[in-house]
T-cell receptor
């Protein structure tokens, strides 16, 4: 089954304790991206990756890191989590069709993170 | 600034009725516009996707329109069902670099029996 898999789905941690949220897709998509969703704000892009070893900042990259060493994986790293990073996180992927081609995102089920 | 604004913020309709959701955007350059449906606590699922050359796209009871000149889009839902209760999110891709995705805050639709 074609899907985007995120882990963990739920996590409670404490301020300053490094954590990684994994994201893996089995559709051979070039494009992968991370978003956070907060009440009343909609989804906001954190980082995205056009292909292996190519990453770029979204609208809210502060406090996050990413890496794209393999095409299928795009982990989100919080080096020193803070309470304002408590949120619902989504990973998504899609094909890239030309420089400005259409791309339909496939989303993971979400990871709910609480930082105390 | 690249922005996507949706209206109304929430909407309650009776089962079987039609409704139209609005999306205005200021993203430039524009690549494509997508409508997603998101059930509570789950990831968004794509309904339609349109590039600048398309002005109407249908997917079953969902019909999206796009006016690239006025930078407006609408999502029309026909003969609503209880399962249509969800958030509907307008997403525009583009901006500098071409693949930033800007999400609207969504319209929360409640379909009542």
């Amino acid at each position: 089954e074609a899907q985007v898999t995120q882990n963990p789905r739920y996590l409670i941690t404490v301020t300053g304790k490094k954590l990684t949220v994994t994201c893996s897709q089995n559709m051979n998509h070039e494009y992968m991206s991370w978003y956070r969703q907060d009440p009343g704000l909609g989804l906001r892009q954190i980082y995205y990756s056009m292909n292996v070893e190519v990453t770029d900042k979204g609208d809210v990259p502060e406090g996050y890191k990413v890496s794209r060493k393999e095409k299928r994986n795009f982990p989100l790293i919080l080096e020193s989590p803070s309470p304002n990073q408590t949120s619902l996180y989504f990973c998504a992927s899609s094909f890239v069709q030309g420089d400005r081609g259409a791309n339909v995102l496939t989303f993971g089920a979400g990871s709910r993170l609480t930082v105390l | 600034k690249n922005q996507v604004e949706q209206s109304p913020q929430s909407l309650i309709i009776l089962e079987g009725k039609n409704c139209t959701l609005q999306c205005n955007y200021t993203v430039s350059p524009f690549s494509n516009l997508r409508w997603y449906k998101q059930d509570t606590g789950r990831g968004p699922v794509s309904l339609t996707i349109m590039t600048f050359s398309e002005n109407t796209k249908s997917n079953g009871r969902y019909t999206a329109t796009l006016d690239a000149d006025t930078k407006q889009s609408s999502l029309h839902i026909t003969a609503s069902q209880l399962s249509d209760s969800a958030s509907y999110i307008c997403v525009v891709s583009g901006g500098t670099g071409g693949f930033k995705t800007i999400f609207g805050a969504g319209t929360r639709l409640f379909v009542k029996a």
